[in-house]
């Protein structure tokens, strides 16, 4: 349970993912916020008005997900670092996964690294493919990783 | 005898806003920060700061202070005593400053006390070991002094100070085999969690430390589950070798002075402890005596600066500045400050401030 572990459950995932046919059409933005907290940027920072407007501060984000381009705006703009990118359509075996990162080293693209699941435990070799400072410009990263498709909803880390 | 209209003592994120808030509506300000920089624990914030625009959202604390240190300093009507600590409350008043070696007295017309708070610390055998320390010691040396305070470390705590810390110890390349926990669950912003959750960290609830071992200085620790009434549970207890013991176990409103100066106070845990009681200024029951940010209740960063900005308003209006737009701008503000306690995370702090009373509500 999220409030004990730190860890979401898969029925919380669930509830914030778009669906089978929005994931197929490729990268969208996936916001694994699932408490109630007095935060608004990621928002703010949205410039497709995929994230609606909140009516209380305290709401948890709400998602438009045919106005996602999959930008990643929003990755870096999020305090809690909750939210990644995910595009399905990548290839016939592969997914590509944005997260944010703000570890150092950073990894180089092409590198393989190990794909961590929300529990901090290696799932997969992942590919770094892209490797992008954040466009707030505030130290931090962003990552992006080829991983299995069957995966696209595990990996959120790497190691 | 130094006079300023308005001296606000401490410089986080509420002496900072209400300094700009009294001194924007002309009010003549002093603000006086024991510390060599301006900022409070805002300077060792590496992360990204929730809440809205308006709070800086998304900008990282230390940014914040650096921001709110120009704003500040290039304000011709705030002066800046940094490396002064306010030693005390005279009776007439008067509010003795330290700085090096000597003292100034300073005299004003309203005081805003925005003092911070102080870290709560935990009774265990050899708690006294070199090795353990305070959260807030952890985040100087890493975050102000760049020194890493070991290499392995066990938090206890998982409150949002617990959590950030550990993340921080995290980048800084610091092991941290265990975040400890005796509350049944997380008390910090679970996305936090998630942060050093998705690193390999293990977050032990209902977990507390039963001793820390070491000759000379911390080499282990035995931490066990406990019941829900926080006795050990026999057989549960586990090992750790680590050369820190890092204490992230809540804070205390740092109220010495408001006891001093004779404000009414009140217990109130929800609210970290003793805290003044105030009006909706945030005025104290000694008239021009204000109280904003950690002193008045535990909070976060957020509603401290919407406390400050009310009370430096405030301040300033009670001395004749300001006042053609102080009604309209103080509705603003609280309706900010009641928005950001409106959701389950301000429950606490709603609880605990309907247990307080206003000033003239009771007697002494």
């Given at each position: 349970m999220?409030s004990?572990s730190?860890?979401?459950?898969?029925?919380?995932?669930e509830s914030?993912k778009?669906?089978?046919e929005?994931?197929?059409k490729?990268?969208?933005?996936?916001?694994?916020c699932?408490q109630?907290?007095p935060c608004?940027?990621?928002?703010?920072?949205?410039?497709?008005?995929?994230?609606?407007p909140?009516?209380?501060?305290?709401?948890?984000p709400?998602?438009?997900?045919d106005?996602?381009n999959?930008c990643?705006v929003c990755?870096?703009a999020?305090p809690?670092l909750?939210?990644?990118?995910?595009?399905?359509?990548?290839?016939?075996?592969?997914?590509?996964?944005?997260i944010?990162?703000?570890f150092?080293?950073?990894?180089?693209?092409?590198?393989?690294v190990?794909?961590?699941n929300?529990e901090?435990?290696?799932v997969?070799?992942a590919?770094?493919?892209?490797?992008?400072?954040?466009?707030?410009k505030?130290?931090?990263?962003i990552?992006s990783?080829?991983?299995?498709?069957?995966?696209a909803?595990e990996?959120?880390?790497?190691? | 005898?130094?006079?300023a209209?308005?001296?606000?003592i401490?410089?986080?994120?509420?002496g900072?806003?209400?300094a700009?808030?009294a001194?924007?509506?002309g009010a003549?300000?002093?603000?006086?920060?024991?510390?060599?920089h301006?900022?409070?624990?805002?300077?060792?914030q590496?992360h990204m700061?929730?809440g809205s625009?308006?709070?800086?959202?998304?900008?990282?604390?230390?940014?914040?202070?650096?921001?709110?240190?120009a704003?500040v300093?290039?304000h011709?009507?705030?002066?800046?005593f940094e490396d002064?600590?306010?030693?005390g409350?005279?009776?007439?008043?008067?509010?003795?400053?330290?700085r090096?070696?000597?003292?100034?007295?300073?005299?004003y017309?309203?005081?805003?006390?925005a003092?911070?708070?102080?870290?709560?610390?935990?009774?265990f055998?050899?708690c006294?070991?070199?090795?353990i320390?305070g959260a807030g010691?952890?985040?100087?040396?890493?975050?102000?002094?760049?020194v890493?305070?070991?290499n392995?470390?066990?938090?206890?705590?998982?409150?949002?100070?617990?959590?950030?810390?550990?993340?921080?110890?995290?980048?800084?390349?610091?092991?941290?085999?265990a975040?400890?926990?005796?509350?049944?669950?997380?008390?910090?912003?679970?996305v936090?969690?998630?942060?050093?959750?998705?690193?390999g960290?293990?977050?032990?609830t209902?977990?507390?430390v039963?001793?820390?071992?070491?000759?000379?200085?911390?080499?282990?620790?035995?931490?066990?589950?406990?019941?829900?009434?926080?006795?050990?549970?026999?057989?549960?207890e586990?090992?750790?070798?680590?050369?820190?013991?890092?204490?992230a176990?809540?804070?205390?409103?740092?109220?010495e002075?408001l006891?001093?100066a004779?404000?009414?106070?009140?217990?109130?845990?929800?609210?970290?402890?003793?805290?003044?009681l105030r009006?909706?200024?945030?005025e104290?029951?000694?008239?021009?005596?204000f109280?904003?940010?950690?002193?008045?209740?535990?909070?976060e960063?957020?509603?401290?600066?919407v406390e400050g900005?009310?009370?430096?308003?405030?301040?300033?209006?009670?001395?004749?500045?300001g006042?053609?737009?102080y009604e309209?701008d103080l509705?603003n503000?609280?309706?900010?400050?009641a928005?950001?306690?409106n959701?389950?995370?301000?429950?606490?702090?709603?609880?605990g401030?309907?247990k307080?009373?206003?000033p003239?509500?009771v007697?002494?």
């Open positions: 999220l004990r730190g860890v979401p459950t898969k029925k919380q995932i914030v778009p669906s089978k929005r994931l197929a490729g990268a969208v933005a996936i916001v694994e699932f109630e907290i608004d940027p990621c928002h703010t920072a949205c410039n497709s008005g995929c994230i609606l909140f009516a209380d501060i305290n709401d948890l709400q998602m438009d997900f106005k996602c999959g990643g990755i870096s999020c809690g909750a939210i990644f990118v995910v595009d399905e359509s990548y290839s016939e075996e592969e997914a590509l996964v944005m944010p990162w703000e150092t080293p950073v990894p180089e693209e092409g590198a393989v190990r794909g961590l929300r901090g435990e290696a997969a070799p590919t770094v493919k892209k490797v992008r400072s954040s466009p707030q505030n130290g931090a990263y990552i990783l080829v991983v299995p498709k069957e995966l909803f990996v959120r880390s790497i190691g | 005898m130094y006079r209209e308005v001296l606000v401490g410089s986080g994120p509420a900072l806003m209400a700009l808030q001194a924007d509506r003549k300000v002093a603000l006086v920060e024991r510390d060599a301006l900022g409070g624990q805002l300077l060792k590496t700061f929730f625009k308006e709070h800086y959202a998304a900008e990282r604390g230390f940014k914040i202070a650096e921001n709110l240190d704003a300093k290039d011709p009507g705030i002066e800046v002064t600590t306010a030693l409350y005279y009776e007439d008043g008067v509010v003795p400053l330290e090096g070696k000597k003292i100034l007295p300073a005299a017309d309203a005081l805003i006390m003092t911070g708070a102080q870290e709560n610390t935990l009774l055998p050899n006294d070991l070199p090795g320390y010691a952890v985040q100087t040396l890493m975050n102000v002094h760049g890493v305070p070991g392995r470390v066990a938090m206890v705590g998982a409150g949002n100070i617990g959590v950030i810390v550990s993340y921080q110890l995290l980048q800084a390349g610091v092991a941290v085999p975040i400890i926990e005796a509350m049944p669950d997380i008390g910090a912003y679970h936090h969690a998630s942060k050093v959750r998705r690193m960290v293990p977050i032990y209902s977990h507390t039963v001793s820390a071992f070491g000759s000379e200085q911390l080499e282990k620790i035995v931490f066990a589950e406990i019941d829900e009434k926080m006795n050990p549970l026999p057989g549960s586990q090992e750790l070798d680590v050369d820190v013991l890092c204490l176990v809540g804070l205390a409103p740092l109220t002075i006891f001093q004779g404000c009414q106070m009140a217990y109130v845990p929800e609210l970290g402890g003793h805290v003044p009006s909706d200024t945030f104290t029951s000694v008239p021009g005596i109280v904003a940010g950690d002193a008045g209740a535990i909070e960063a957020s509603a401290a600066m900005k009310i009370a430096g308003m405030a301040a300033a209006a009670g001395l004749g500045y006042k053609e737009q309209k509705a503000a609280r309706e900010e400050l928005k950001l306690r959701g389950p995370a301000g429950a606490i702090t709603r609880r401030l309907e307080l009373p206003h003239g509500e007697s002494g």
